[in-house]
T-cell receptor, first 111, second 113 residues
């Protein structure tokens, strides 16, 4: 039940730079979440933004949500080599409470 | 305990075998989930259990049979699988209320030969 798209598909940056990735979704949502996945193993929940929120911060993470455009962005500031991973947005449908994942962005941080 | 534990981590099975994947959490979460993830693709929802009852089945073939024996355990019984079922199977749990993230296990990498 892949819900939306993410761009870019892949991102390569230098350590210390910022990484920005975008996500679009299709249905009305209760909230939107971002997850990180290292090397095809389990996903780690990073941050959740509710449908009535526009921006949220957590440490080096900043998430925005635009429900009129059905889109969200994740900004990672001052990136580190340990941030190398795949990042997925996931939208929780307000209709059936299914959590559906976007296509993902693979981020590589070069030392 | 803030983890979801999945066993086994790797499984190779023949198309005529029967095997089970196990998932356990002790966070008091009331919702548990199975997701399937193919290489370089996002996770896809398979089943949702809420308060130990199956609430969502995403039209998954009957060769996959979920079971929730109690609020801490979730099993996925596998029978007569096909090679295309090879994937990473992820279990997750959540408190069951809307505005909480999911806690995922590290997955079982399944290969069907």
């Amino acid at each position: 039940s892949q819900q939306g798209e993410e761009d870019p598909q892949a991102l390569s940056i230098q350590e210390g730079e910022n990484a920005t990735m975008n996500c679009s979704y299709k249905t009305s949502i209760n909230n939107l979440q971002w997850y990180r996945q290292n090397s095809g193993r389990g996903l780690v929940h990073l941050i959740l933004i509710r449908s009535n929120e526009r921006e949220k911060h957590s440490g080096r993470l900043r998430v925005t949500l635009d429900t009129s455009k059905k889109s969200s962005s994740l900004l990672i500031t001052a990136s580190r080599a340990a941030d190398t991973a795949s990042y997925f947005c996931a939208s929780l449908s307000i209709n059936d409470y299914k959590l559906s994942f976007g296509a993902g962005t693979t981020v590589t941080v070069r030392a | 305990d803030t983890e979801v534990t999945q066993t086994p981590k790797h499984l190779v099975m023949g198309m005529t075998n029967k095997k089970s994947l196990k998932c356990e959490q002790h966070m008091g979460h009331r919702a548990m989930y199975w997701y399937k993830q193919k290489a370089k693709k996002p996770p896809e929802l398979m089943f949702v259990y809420s308060y130990e009852k199956l609430s969502i089945n995403e039209s998954v073939p009957s060769r996959f049979s979920p079971e929730c024996p109690n609020s801490s355990l979730l099993n996925l019984h596998l029978h007569a699988l096909q090679p295309e079922d090879s994937a990473l199977y992820l279990c997750a749990s959540s408190p069951g209320r809307a505005n909480y993230g999911y806690t995922f296990g590290s997955g079982t990498r399944l290969t069907v030969v």
